[in-house]
């Protein structure tokens, strides 16, 4: 079973790089404005993966806190607090 799973792993290994080298292109000479438009455009994607993650973490941080004062909260210390805080939001 254990021979298996590195067989596994090695295929898959191999499979992603096999992939990533068919899929690279490779560029013998590049004049300057072609390499800042690619580094340009590789600085936005990862710009947008990092705003990704961070609207994700964000949006996790704020459920597990609002689940967890749910959970703490009776029913009525919930009504409470949701109307001050309307009241206080219209005010």
Same mark, same amino acid.
């Given at each position: 079973? /254990? ?30 404005? $072609?390499?800042?438009? /690619?580094?340009?455009?590789?600085? /936005? ?17 704020? +459920?597990?806190?609002?689940? /967890? $004062?749910? +959970? ?5 210390? @919930? ?5 001050? @805080? ?6």
């Amino acid at each position: 079973m /254990k021979f298996s799973k590195v067989k596994a792993l090695a295929t898959t290994g191999a499979t992603a790089i096999y992939l990533g080298l068919m899929n690279a292109q490779v560029v013998f000479a590049a004049d300057g404005g $072609e390499v800042k438009s /690619k580094l340009t455009s590789a600085g /936005k994607t990862i710009q947008g993966i990092l705003t990704g993650l961070v609207v994700l973490v964000g949006i996790c941080v704020a +459920l597990f806190i609002i689940i /967890k $004062e749910c +959970l703490t909260q009776t029913i009525h210390e @919930r009504n409470q607090k949701f109307i001050t @805080r309307l009241v206080g939001w219209l005010v």
